[in-house]
């Protein structure tokens, strides 16, 4: 079960007369909430001086994360207790950011690894230590609304804690962003994805001797195609389409394209072990037409 976080209004509106079950520390407690769930709720100087059975002082509230299962409590709890409160306010109006910016849904396990990244990053740039990313070039080409929303974030960083970040750390947070949209298992697979989506592409490239209009809208959905190619991929989910001889006239119509496909298939038979069904080749062979056209 995924956690959520609710924001201070709706929080205090909800959460009226709520007791201290446990003092994680000064701006940490345990609760419960209306329907007798635990919940962590987060505010400046929210535990001090509390002990369980004392009333929550709901002016306090900043955030309330609910519906949290045994095991991501305790890793929520254990990130919580360790990480600076601004870090964690600063990583939230993030999140709030990222979600009115790309207006998509967010997995709620962001709050916690998105947290973890940004208060790991901080720390790493006052030791004087960096990271490179060495995907950033394919993000700000595959993702560059999210990482648009991590440069953004770099800027409420700096302004906020006079932190300057490096543009690789825009890179790591887009993909943070794109784990939490396409549902992947984690920052690995979704490193993996943006690679296998550059493969692709090279694929195509070297198949028809040309380069492909980077700028062009026809590009712009491949790109769209295949990170949702990559997505279905690893879910396992196959393309079932009904119009069976529609598929089969296009394969005929476009041979080129279609060869083209069937090397993206070897590709990750070859490095996945995955095979891709007549469907998903005809789908990618209409992608490849458009992308390497300009009709």
């Known amino acids: 079960m995924a956690f959520s976080c609710t924001p201070k209004e709706t929080a205090v509106k909800r959460q009226m007369g709520m007791k201290v079950i446990k003092v994680i520390n000064n701006n940490i407690i ?151 949209t396409m549902d992947f298992t984690g920052m690995e697979q979704t490193a993996e994805a943006t690679k296998i989506i550059q493969q692709i592409l090279t694929i195509v490239k070297y198949h028809f001797q040309m380069e492909l209009d980077e700028y062009s809208l026809h590009y712009e959905r491949f790109i769209t195609h295949l990170k949702f190619f990559v997505q279905r991929v690893f879910s396992g989910t196959e393309i079932n389409d009904d119009e069976k001889s529609f598929l089969l006239m296009l394969k005929e119509q476009y041979p080129n394209e279609y060869r083209c496909a069937l090397k993206v298939r070897d590709y990750m038979r070859k490095e996945f072990g995955q095979d891709l069904s007549e469907d998903e080749l005809i789908y990618l062979t209409i992608h490849i037409r458009r992308v390497t056209t300009k009709s």
């Open 30 to 180: 345990k609760s419960y909430d209306a329907k007798n769930q635990e919940v962590l709720v987060m505010g400046c100087g929210i535990g001090f001086k509390k002990k369980p059975g004392d009333e929550v002082d709901d002016s306090l509230v900043e955030k309330i994360y609910t519906n949290i299962d045994k095991t991501t409590s305790n890793k929520l709890t254990e990130l919580l207790e360790k990480v600076p409160l601004e870090h964690i306010q600063l990583t939230n109006d993030i999140i709030s950011y990222a979600k009115a910016s790309l207006g998509k849904k967010l997995n709620d396990n962001i709050y916690l690894t998105l947290t973890d990244h940004v208060s790991f990053a901080i720390s790493r740039i006052q030791q004087g230590l960096t990271l490179k990313n060495a995907l950033l070039w394919e993000i700000k080409r595959f993702y560059n609304h999210e990482y648009l929303v991590g440069k953004e974030a770099l800027a409420m960083i700096e302004k906020r804690l006079g932190v300057v970040l490096p543009e690789d750390e825009a890179g790591f947070i887009a993909l943070h962003l794109v784990n939490a």
